[in-house]
C-alpha cells in the first residue's frame, strides 16, 4: 500500500469517523509526505511549519512550566494499564471493522493566580483517543475544552492542516494535521466550551508514539503556538497497545 497518497477509502473511513462524532461534513486530509531520513519527524507535503514559524507564543501572563525528560531506569512498578474500548465491531457507514478508545486525559493547564476562581477545575484541558479501521488506518481525535469565556478571542480557530506536535524522548517528535477546520462550540451541559480535532497517522508516526514516551505538545493555534507539559508520559504507548 502505498501510504503517501490518500485513496478513496481513507477519505471514507474520515467522514465517517466525523459522522460518528455527530458531524455532517465531508472532510479532507493532507498528503503524506517522506519522513526525514533519521525518523524524528514526519511532515505533510502541506506542512504548516514555514508559515507557523513566523507566528507570535502566545502570552497569556500564564508561568513557565518546568519539564524533564529524565525517566527513571529500571522504571519502577506500576498497575497495569486497562483497556478502555467503547466500540469494536463492524461500522455501520463504512462497512470495515472499527476500534475506538475512550477519551483519557492528555494535559491540563491553568495558572496559579487563575487556580482561586476554577476550584477543581482547569482553565484549558484536552483529552484524546485513538480510532483504528481495518487496513491500519488510525484516528487521533483531541478534544479541547475551556473553562472560560472567549476562547476564541485568546485561541482561535484549528484551521485546516493546523499543526500539533509531540516532543517525545531522546528528542523525537511527531507532527501531526488536522484535517479540518474547526470552531469553538458552546456545551450547554457542562457549560464550557470545547472543540475536536482529528489526525491521520502515518505508520512510522504510530511507530514511534508507541516506542517513546511524551515529554510536552505544541499546539498551532489560529493566534500563536503554546506548549504544555504531559505527565501521563506513556498515555499513547498504552492507548495505540489497546488498538492491537
Known sequence: MDWFLISRRALMLLAALWYTQA???THTFSLWDQANRNGE???STLDTFPFFKNKP??????EEYGHSSFIPDPIPDIPAYECHVIFEGRDNATGDRKKELAYEPLFSYTPSHIKPYLPGEDLL????KFVRFSGGYTFLVVNFRWNAQSPDNIYGR???NGAIRFLL???KTVTLFNSEEQMWTYNAEEELYEMSAFYMLHPRQVKLLKSNPLVRTMVYWERGFEEYP???ITLFQNQLRCLE
Do not use: R, V
Open 57 to 62: 507564543k502566545l502570552d497569556l501572563g500564564l
Open 158 to 160: 484549528l484551521k485546516t
Open 23 to 25: 458531524f455532517s461534513h
Open 41 to 43: 519527524a514526519i511532515y
Open 230 to 232: 504531559i505527565y501521563s
Open 169 to 171: 524522548t531522546d528528542q
Open 125 to 128: 484541558e484536552a483529552q484524546s
